[in-house]
């Protein structure tokens, strides 16, 4: 157990439509990413946290939205679903703004 | 933007071999981890390596970071089907955040 919880586990939604993805970082860690893997493209970094505030974006499409809320959760917002989002969502979360990654067990999206 | 290369990109061996499988970039990172990942669960880290030509081991497992700090290699001693997995490498660049490979699937039979 790494401590990252993420809900939901799975979920099944059709094209065009939005969800929201939630993660709770490890006790006492500040910073919270985002990943997308799939077959084809591996682990892909899509955003990061720190303490509140945005700290570094990667591939993440302008459909796609993330905060940090002050108690430090973590929403990943999808909007506009494409079949091709369909996906395994990862959050993580460290200590500072670098160092270990502690991975929750994923929210996988199926989008028919 | 940095990438990572691994390879192979898949393995399967029979349980007591030794494996080894690379990760290479052209991009210099001031360290490096590895991680596993097991069907169904998240990236679990086995080990972040920082000083160019380090060796780190657990237990039957080595990891070498290149003198230049671009590549790193991950040898597994007498492989054991609970070493099955997806091997991921993650570069953490000077001022950038995380880059993964695509990983190594490995799969050790009994």
């Known amino acids: 157990d790494s401590g990252v919880t993420q809900t939901p586990k799975h979920l099944i939604t059709a094209t065009g439509q939005r969800v929201t993805l939630r993660c709770s970082p490890r006790?006492?860690?500040?910073?919270v990413y985002w990943y997308q893997q799939s077959l084809d493209q591996g682990l892909q970094f899509l955003i990061q946290?720190?303490?509140?505030?945005?700290?570094a974006k990667g591939n993440i499409l302008e459909r796609f939205s993330a905060q940090q809320f002050p108690d430090l959760h973590s929403e990943l917002n999808l909007s506009s679903l494409e079949l091709g989002d369909s996906a395994l969502y990862f959050c993580?979360?460290?200590?500072?703004?670098?160092?270990?990654?502690?991975f929750g067990e994923g929210s996988r999206l199926t989008v028919l | 933007t940095q990438l990572l290369e691994q390879s192979p990109q898949f393995l399967s061996i029979q349980e007591g071999e030794n494996l080894t499988v690379y990760c290479n970039s052209s991009?210099?990172?001031?360290?490096l981890q590895w991680y596993r990942q097991e069907p169904g669960e998240g990236p679990v880290l086995l080990v972040t390596?920082?000083?160019?030509?380090e060796v780190k081991k657990l237990k039957r497992l080595t990891f070498q970071f290149g003198d230049a700090r671009k590549d790193s290699s991950l040898h597994i001693t007498a492989a054991q089907p609970g070493d099955t997995g997806l091997y991921l490498c993650?570069?953490?660049?000077?001022?950038?955040?995380?880059?993964f490979g695509p990983g190594t699937r490995l799969s050790v039979l009994p």
């Open positions: 993580a979360s460290s200590v500072g703004v670098s160092g270990e990654l502690f």
């Open positions: 006790s006492g860690d500040l910073s």
């Open positions: 946290y720190y303490n509140g505030e945005e700290r």
């Open positions: 991009s210099v990172f001031s360290s």
């Open positions: 390596v920082v000083t160019g030509g």
């Open positions: 993650a570069g953490h660049g000077y001022g950038q955040n995380f880059v």
